[in-house]
């Protein structure tokens, strides 16, 4: 038997967005906190995430890394539960329960039972609200991401596409890692840590999202009491816009004791946003192009430098989008003698799609593809919590139907527009490992088209 939650004091204001389909709802309760969920039928499970407004790139220089730190912090230790005991009221259940910070959100999320939804969101509100940030867990704590810093600098993949971000987005907060420095990891102090915490993590800044068996009338009951916690009585703080210059084209070499080199050619895209509330339609025909190039076994790359002269392992490429600017990504992992010839491939591949198109099949192929991987992938409801709670942080309310239909409606010429504006210019190329040939390198990137 279901327990009856009380009514609400105060009212809860609830309605559902335009062209959404009847499982999901949408509720703002008094402080400013948003309540979205979606109901997935015959599903046993309950996803909920808490969607934080704030990331890296909302960080001050001398806060950088303070975001992914506080993330670490809160699951130290609450007035009511040890840090053992956090993790362990999950998983007692059969839950997983995790976070991440990104550039710009952060979020805490969970998934169990449905009979075992109160305990999720209990954890949960209880680490953003009633976290000690106790000296000594920030001194711990740190070496933690000192460690996790050292790993990632220890990646050679990870190392390229930092060095490629950093060139592309120069001039913006954007530019700068996640994870903070070692510098600034070592500098950050448990007061500068906590009155971040206290200034960011209010109402009107965080969504909690729910997919799965979710009654979403009790769910925003139970949040009020966190609502009401969290309610901010000041507004919230002015974040810095970030928009950057694009960054120079540029070889940029990192030389490791390896025995191969792995490469990323970055070039600089299009955001979320062309205008305020306006989605970038251009980004349908680039995420379709990056398929065609390299998204998956089929693809023209992977089929050329794989398939037909065994030169590396894998290339793939990719678009990634912030809300203002955007990068697509094309890399590989060789034999560093090697690298030349792939990129020189990379470049003419590109210089195809640009003179002479794609041919209907391959777009229809893509199509059928990223439409195919978008569905598929909300099979699950963490999958599917995700994206409604990514969604209503960007308000992005457009059905999975209505993003369907915009990559259906792209054509063969807006794929050949978008290889010559946003291919067509110089690339950054970044390469970590062994040792190549700059001036072969400097040479193709400076002659590119």
Same mark, same amino acid.
């Given at each position: 038997?279901?327990?009856?939650? %009380?009514?609400?004091?105060?009212?809860?204001?609830?309605?559902?967005?335009?062209?959404? %389909?009847?499982?999901?709802?949408?509720?703002?309760?008094?402080?400013?906190?948003?309540?979205?969920?979606?109901?997935?039928?015959?599903?046993?499970?309950?996803?909920?995430?808490?969607?934080?407004?704030?990331?890296?790139?909302?960080?001050?220089?001398?806060?950088?890394?303070?975001?992914?730190?506080?993330?670490?912090?809160?699951?130290?230790? @609450?007035?009511?539960?040890?840090?053992?005991?956090? #993790?362990?009221?999950?998983?007692?259940?059969?839950?997983?329960?995790?976070?991440?910070?990104?550039?710009? *959100?952060?979020?805490?999320?969970?998934?169990?039972? *449905?009979?075992?939804?109160?305990?999720?969101?209990?954890?949960?509100?209880?680490?953003?609200?009633?976290?000690?940030?106790?000296?000594?867990?920030?001194?711990?704590?740190?070496?933690?991401?000192?460690?996790?810093?050292?790993?990632?600098?220890?990646?050679?993949?990870?190392?390229?596409?930092?060095?490629?971000?950093?060139?592309?987005?120069?001039?913006?907060?954007?530019?700068?890692?996640?994870?903070?420095?070692?510098?600034?990891?070592?500098?950050?102090?448990?007061?500068?840590?906590?009155?971040?915490?206290?200034?960011?993590?209010?109402?009107?800044?965080?969504?909690?999202?729910?997919?799965?068996?979710?009654?979403?009338?009790?769910?925003?009951?139970?949040?009020?009491?966190?609502?009401?916690?969290?309610?901010? #009585?000041?507004?919230?703080?002015?974040?810095?816009?970030?928009?950057?210059?694009?960054?120079?084209?540029?070889?940029?070499?990192?030389?490791? %004791?390896?025995?191969?080199?792995?490469?990323?050619?970055?070039?600089? #895209?299009?955001?979320?946003?062309?205008?305020?509330?306006?989605? +970038?339609?251009?980004?349908?025909?680039?995420?379709?192009?990056?398929?065609?190039?390299?998204?998956?076994?089929?693809?023209?790359?992977?089929?050329?430098?794989?398939?037909?002269?065994?030169?590396?392992? #894998?290339?793939?490429?990719?678009?990634?989008?912030?809300?203002?600017?955007?990068?697509? @990504?094309?890399?590989?992992?060789?034999?560093?003698?090697?690298?030349?010839?792939?990129?020189?491939?990379?470049? +003419?591949?590109?210089?195809?799609?640009?003179?002479?198109?794609?041919?209907?099949?391959?777009?229809?192929?893509?199509?059928?593809?990223?439409?195919?991987?978008?569905?598929?992938?909300?099979?699950?409801?963490?999958?599917?919590?995700?994206?409604?709670?990514?969604?209503?942080?960007?308000?992005?309310?457009?059905?999975?139907?209505?993003?369907?239909?915009?990559?259906?409606?792209? @054509?063969?010429?807006?794929?050949?527009?978008?290889?010559?504006?946003?291919?067509?210019?110089?690339?950054?190329?970044?390469?970590?490992?062994?040792?190549?040939?700059? %001036?072969?390198?400097?040479?193709?990137?400076?002659?590119?088209?």
């Amino acid at each position: 038997m279901v327990e009856h939650l %009380p009514e609400v004091a105060g009212g809860v204001s609830a309605q559902a967005g335009s062209g959404e %389909p009847d499982q999901i709802r949408r509720t703002t309760l008094p402080g400013g906190l948003r309540v979205v969920s979606e109901v997935v039928p015959g599903s046993r499970s309950f996803s909920v995430g808490f969607f934080v407004n704030t990331g890296s790139r909302h960080e001050a220089p001398h806060l950088h890394g303070v975001s992914h730190f506080l993330e670490h912090v809160l699951f130290k230790g @609450t007035k009511r539960r040890r840090p053992e005991e956090i #993790s362990a009221a999950i998983e007692r259940v059969g839950g997983d329960i995790n976070a991440y910070t990104a550039k710009e *959100h952060t979020c805490f999320y969970a998934q169990v039972l *449905h009979d075992d939804r109160r305990i999720a969101v209990d954890v949960l509100t209880d680490m953003l609200g009633s976290s000690l940030v106790r000296s000594v867990d920030v001194d711990s704590e740190r070496e933690v991401i000192l460690d996790e810093i050292a790993m990632h600098n220890d990646d050679p993949t990870d190392v390229a596409h930092e060095l490629v971000t950093s060139r592309l987005f120069a001039g913006s907060p954007l530019e700068r890692s996640v994870i903070g420095s070692k510098a600034s990891i070592e500098a950050l102090e448990r007061r500068q840590i906590a009155s971040y915490w206290r200034r960011h993590y209010r109402g009107p800044a965080i969504v909690v999202a729910a997919a799965g068996r979710v009654d979403h009338d009790r769910l925003a009951e139970a949040l009020v009491p966190f609502a009401e916690q969290i309610a901010a #009585s000041t507004p919230a703080p002015r974040l810095p816009s970030g928009h950057s210059r694009r960054g120079e084209s540029a070889v940029l070499l990192h030389r490791r %004791p390896l025995e191969h080199s792995q490469a990323v050619l970055g070039f600089r #895209s299009p955001g979320l946003f062309s205008a305020p509330g306006e989605f +970038d339609r251009t980004r349908a025909a680039l995420n379709l192009l990056a398929m065609i190039l390299g998204g998956g076994m089929s693809s023209r790359l992977f089929v050329e430098v794989r398939e037909h002269r065994g030169l590396a392992y #894998s290339i793939d490429a990719g678009e990634m989008a912030y809300t203002d600017a955007g990068c697509v @990504t094309i890399e590989w992992g060789s034999a560093p003698e090697r690298v030349p010839e792939i990129a020189a491939i990379v470049r +003419d591949t590109i210089a195809d799609v640009i003179t002479d198109g794609v041919t209907p099949d391959e777009l229809a192929r893509a199509k059928g593809q990223m439409t195919g991987q978008l569905l598929l992938g909300l099979e699950g409801s963490s999958a599917r919590m995700s994206r409604i709670g990514l969604g209503e942080l960007l308000g992005d309310y457009r059905t999975v139907d209505e993003v369907a239909e915009i990559y259906r409606a792209v @054509t063969v010429t807006d794929l050949q527009r978008a290889a010559a504006d946003g291919l067509g210019v110089r690339p950054v190329l970044a390469v970590v490992g062994a040792r190549v040939s700059r %001036p072969r390198l400097s040479t193709l990137v400076q002659r590119w088209l």
